[in-house]
């Protein structure tokens, strides 16, 4: 029998929200470590990896596992013909535009948990102008890094996300610390000119990073 092993934090917190859903889809899951946890932890599990080498690995990661299977191919495709058989989806360890390409195909109703690597922002405005309502919004620090997480649905009635502050993240402890380094990222960039939306962008950040100074300081 194979001895469980503990998750990263961040995929810690992705398999906190997928704990009430008995199936999960794990899109892209590479080497498999969210999908074998799930599994361990009595939830069914379909893990799709795009190509074929990538699947191989899959499936040896996931040997001797009943409740987890493996299908290849590219996001939701894998799993089209299964019709709805899960409750749930992830699609993690990618960056943001890989995975909102990924989620553009999503069924309708279907909660989906996406964490991107990278490019938080645009995976968060394309989600804004699509036909997306978040559920849950989530921050993981981890070795100096932050990584946001969302919880999101393909739905016409929910909460909507606000168009370029983060406020859903308001309620973690560590919001203002996460938009405080991505605004001075943001303001010390010099490899490129900042177009009219990244300007807009910084300066409404900014503002609202301002307004966290402020309470912070009120507090101490």
């Not at 893990?47 to 899959?58: F, H, I, K, N, W």
């Not at 360890?93 to 948990?113: D, F, H, K, N, Q």
């Amino acid at each position: 029998m194979h001895r469980r092993r503990s998750l990263e934090p961040r995929l810690a917190l992705v398999a906190d929200w997928c704990r009430p859903y008995a199936v999960v889809a794990d899109i892209g899951a590479g080497g498999g470590q969210l999908s074998r946890y799930l599994a361990d932890h009595g939830h069914s599990v379909i893990a799709t990896e795009r190509s074929a080498p990538g699947a191989a690995v899959l499936r040896q990661a996931l040997a001797g596992c009943p409740s987890a299977v493996v299908r290849q191919g590219d996001g939701f495709q894998a799993l089209r013909d299964l019709g709805r058989p899960f409750d749930v989806a992830v699609v993690a360890g990618m960056g943001g535009p890989t995975i909102l390409r990924i989620v553009s195909e999503a069924p309708w109703g279907v909660p989906v948990v996406v964490q991107p690597m990278q490019g938080w922002r645009a995976l968060r405005q394309g989600l804004a102008a699509a036909a997306f309502r978040w559920v849950k919004a989530g921050l993981c620090h981890q070795r100096d890094r932050f990584y946001p997480a969302w919880m999101v649905v393909r739905a016409d009635e929910g909460q909507r996300f606000e168009p370029l502050v983060p406020r859903e993240m308001a309620c973690h402890p560590e919001y203002p610390a996460w938009l405080e380094r991505e605004w001075q990222r943001g303001m010390r960039s010099t490899r490129r000119q900042k177009t009219p939306s990244e300007a807009v962008w910084l300066e409404v950040i900014g503002e609202e990073v301002q307004r966290w100074r402020g309470k912070t300081s009120l507090s101490d």
